[in-house]
């Protein structure tokens, strides 16, 4: 295993220009328009893809400080477990009182529909988390999924010295998050000489990542390295590394800062971890919408990664 230093904040901000969004240019809903102009509390619901997992408390500490903070009442929603389905009917049961939406797509195809459609009835809809690019959503808060997939795949080509096999694991292997993580993740690990053996889709209940992930092993015992794409996995890798006496042939880089993932950085079971704001991606998502019905033009708003190893975790414990 070799030593990793610790990186700190690193900007994704796209290759090409942010694209600005101002009120002026939007055509508000007769009801919207009315509240705004007399100067009425807006209601801003932030839909969260799953709010079962364990990456949500940290989304909806965002928004309680938002609400708290912003003049708006916010609220936290989404489906328990990946449901578009669900994403879908309860954003629906919801218009006639969602003056703003923020929303992290279940199925970026399945719910661009439907924020085209609150869009077209006057209603403001941004993303966070997870992008919707192709719908007409107003601006984006989050990673750009696909360069900190890059920069998972530097640290994992980084520990291993440049060569060695890896198993990459993820939640759910379709989601467009999991694919542009994938996607960046791919293209480091193959320009730096590092083989991916085969991507895990974990499911997401606790005991079947873990069981997905010792699955993977036993049938691989050569791996090297375990990559995970999110919150969950990462832990599970780091716990399985542990448990088989691995941590000395085994690295693994994750995302997030669950307290079980940030105990395995300062243990040096884990190599590193990159952190995406959550908290910070909440509030932002709530401000964004705020800002925009006071009139501020708004932009994407990038959270970076930040990078943590066993030199720098001290910071977040």
């Known amino acids: 295993m070799r030593t990793l230093f610790a990186i700190g904040l690193i900007a994704c901000a796209p290759a090409a220009a942010l694209a600005q969004a101002n009120v002026s240019d939007f055509a508000l809903s007769d009801r919207i328009a009315q509240k705004v102009e007399a100067g009425e509390e807006l209601n801003v619901f932030v839909s969260y893809h799953d709010v079962s997992n364990e990456?949500?408390?940290?989304?909806?500490?965002?928004?309680?400080?938002?609400?708290a903070e912003d003049g708006v009442t916010a609220r936290f929603i989404g489906p328990v477990g990946a449901d578009a389905?669900?994403?879908?009917?309860?954003?629906?049961?919801?218009?006639?009182?969602?003056?703003g939406l923020a929303i992290s797509s279940v199925s970026t195809d399945a719910v661009a529909p439907l924020i085209d459609r609150l869009m077209e009835a006057g209603i403001p809809?941004?993303?966070y988390n997870t992008d919707n690019p192709d719908s007409g959503r107003l601006a984006f808060a989050g990673q750009d999924l696909v360069q900190?997939?890059?920069?998972?795949?530097?640290?994992?080509?980084?520990?291993?010295?440049?060569?060695g096999r890896v198993v990459i694991t993820t939640l759910d292997a379709a989601a467009q998050w999991s694919i542009d993580r994938e996607t960046g993740a791919r293209e480091a690990l193959e320009e730096a000489g590092v083989e991916v053996i085969a991507t895990i889709n974990t499911g997401t209940d606790p005991q079947e990542i873990y069981?997905?992930?010792?699955?993977?092993?036993?049938?691989n015992p050569?791996?090297?390295?375990?990559?995970?794409?999110?919150?969950?996995?990462?832990?599970?890798?780091?716990?399985?590394?542990?448990?088989?006496?691995?941590?000395?042939?085994?690295?693994?880089?994750?995302?997030?800062?669950?307290?079980?993932?940030?105990?395995?950085?300062?243990d040096g079971v884990i190599d590193a971890t990159i952190d995406q704001a959550p908290e910070r991606q909440g509030y932002e998502a709530?401000?964004?919408?705020?800002?925009?019905?006071?009139?501020?033009?708004?932009?994407?708003?990038?959270?970076?990664?930040?990078?943590y190893t066993q030199d720098n975790i001290a910071e977040v414990q």
């Open 222 to 266: 050569n791996v090297d390295g375990i990559l995970s794409l999110e919150c969950c996995s990462t832990p599970a890798a780091g716990e399985w590394v542990e448990r088989n006496g691995a941590v000395d042939r085994i690295d693994v880089v994750g995302f997030d800062l669950l307290d079980g993932t940030v105990a395995l950085v300062a």
């Open 211 to 219: 069981a997905s992930i010792e699955n993977a092993m036993l049938a």
């Open 125 to 127: 809809v941004v993303t």
């Open 286 to 307: 709530v401000d964004l919408i705020r800002r925009f019905l006071a009139g501020e033009t708004i932009e994407d708003v990038d959270t970076g990664v930040g990078i």
């Open 55 to 67: 990456f949500a408390p940290s989304v909806r500490a965002g928004v309680e400080r938002a609400d």
């Open 148 to 163: 900190s997939g890059r920069e998972a795949g530097k640290l994992m080509a980084d520990v291993l010295g440049g060569e």
């Open 85 to 99: 389905d669900g994403q879908i009917s309860e954003i629906e049961t919801l218009m006639d009182q969602i003056d």
